[in-house]
Nanobody, 117 residues
Framework: QVQLVESGGGLVQAGGSLRLSCATS????????MGWFRQAPGQEREFVAN????????TYADSVKGRFTISSDNAKNTVYLQMNRLKPEETGVYYC??????????WGQGTQVNVSS
């Protein structure tokens, strides 16, 4: 059984930083990419960043380029999202996801990020 568990959310002032973690367990050997998504209140879930686990290649949403960094520690089966210069509109639930095919097959329960103005 695959599990993804996010942590590291919390309350931060605008301009501040947070580091999210996503610990994975179970049959994760066939994952080839991990990603972060977020959902603001009343909004649809949106893509934030992803990383290809074998190559380290990363992709970011335009809105977070230069401020957010996704990384992975394959030995620890953990993916991170370093978020700098956070903005109030980035308040929401941040989700970790994994894929082993064409779709994001596995999701965590989410961690709340609140950015105060």
């Amino acid at each position: 059984q695959v599990q993804l568990v996010e942590s590291g959310g919390g309350l931060v002032q605008a301009g501040g930083s947070l580091r999210l973690s996503c610990a994975t367990s179970g049959r994760t050997f066939n994952f080839y990419a991990m990603g972060w998504f977020r959902q603001a209140p009343g909004q649809e879930r949106e893509f934030v960043a992803n990383i290809m686990l074998s190559t380290g290649w990363t992709t970011y949403a335009d809105s977070v380029k230069g401020r957010f960094t996704i990384s992975s520690d394959n030995a620890k089966n953990t993916v991170y999202l370093q978020m700098n210069r956070l903005k109030p509109e980035e308040t929401g639930v941040y989700y970790c996801a994994a894929r082993n095919g064409d779709h994001w097959n596995y999701w965590g329960q989410g961690t709340q990020v609140n950015v105060s103005s």
